[in-house]
């Protein structure tokens, strides 16, 4: 067996459990130098976002003159959304629809941000909730299917029902969380940080180990977002915590003063299932920690020290009575014992690559948005 020798960057703490990292003469991996060689250059957040910002809301108003939303945010209850809802209403001027996905898994606490933001900031919410039936089918297979991509099921229905009902009531401005601030470090889809909805990986994956037709669960393919609604039909997809300061800490307190919004312990943290992916499945299962890369978000935009972060990583964000009790929550929401979850638990560790997918017809879309300046984090 052939043995790697371990580093770590001396910059962040991104390290060799992605082992496609490359680092310079100095230590400093390839994230952090993408960081600051293509993302901190163009990233303006001061008078040259302010103007963007202005720029992009006239538009967005103009161009729903006469409509009941000229947008529309999709909203978790996590920070991300929530202060690009704050900032569409509030700093844009915008009239947004919220839309909340329902997959089954809302802590408690996502549920009371969503109903203070909605009632604080004057807005429709509509939530559609996912058939759990089929939610669980495809959430089982993908179990079963051994691969670190956990979180595609809910990606697949947050994402499929955000731009089916955009398209369906002809809302052209999707405005999302997505930002450089605490995202700058994209997660390697050796961690499970597949680069889209794959519809050709789930369904091979479903017809593999599903137990239930996905007849309402409708799958919007990648290529058909980025494509087909973007390209050619005109969508556009608005980022604004990029032409805004977005300092984590403040963006919480202010969500907080303003509408008693209540801070998650981790980002993610939102989602139960996710949480607990994250936070057990993951590190334990496959021995990746997605909180590298968040906390190496935070240290590349100057919102965390590396000691600290090191400090964090080096134990559990939850307590092992706590991720205890929610390893049998899971097996029981699943419709599984704790033995059968614990039994594909200690199964065979796969990858996609395994099953039918187009990674490859990705990746070459990445690489031509990259050349085009329109994906600017490192993508692997």
Known sequence: MIQFEYKICFNCIMDTSDPNIAFDDRGWCDYCNN??????????????????????????????????????????????????????????????????????????????????????????????????????????????????????????????????????????????????????????????????????????????????????FQIVDIFVYKVLYQHILGMEIVKPLNMVPYIKKEAEETLQRLFDWQKFQHKHHESRFTRFYEDYWMPRKFGYHKRRAHFSSLIMTGQMTRDEALVRISNPEMDEHFLKQEFEYVASKLGLTVAELQEIFDGENKTYRDYKNKRWAIGVGANVMRWLGLEKRLFR
Not at 81 to 93: L, P, Q
Not at 117 to 139: A, F, P, R
Not at 164 to 179: D, E, L, M, P, Y
Request: with cysteine; net charge neutral.
């Open 35 to 216: 960081f600051h060689a293509t993302i901190k250059p163009s990233w303006n957040t001061g008078q040259e976002g302010e103007l963007a910002l202005k720029l992009i809301a006239d538009k967005i108003k103009k161009e729903g003159q006469g409509r009941d939303f000229d947008c529309i945010i999709g909203l978790s209850g996590g920070l991300d959304s929530s202060y690009a809802a704050y900032i569409a209403k509030e700093k844009m001027g915008l009239r947004p629809l919220l839309l909340h996905v329902d997959a089954g898994w809302n802590t408690d606490q996502a549920v009371g941000n969503i109903e203070k933001l909605v009632d604080g900031l004057g807005l429709d919410l509509y939530t559609e909730v996912i058939n759990w039936e089929e939610m669980k089918s495809l959430q089982l297979a993908f179990l079963r299917a051994q691969i670190a991509d956990q979180d595609l099921p809910q990606d697949g229905a947050f994402f499929s029902a955000l731009y089916k009902f955009a398209r369906k009531h002809k809302i052209k401005h999707v405005i999302t969380g997505s930002n450089f601030s605490t995202e700058c470090c994209r997660e390697p889809e050796e961690w499970g940080g597949y680069p889209g909805i794959d519809k050709r990986l789930f369904l091979d994956i479903h017809k593999k180990f599903g137990t239930r037709p996905l007849k309402s």
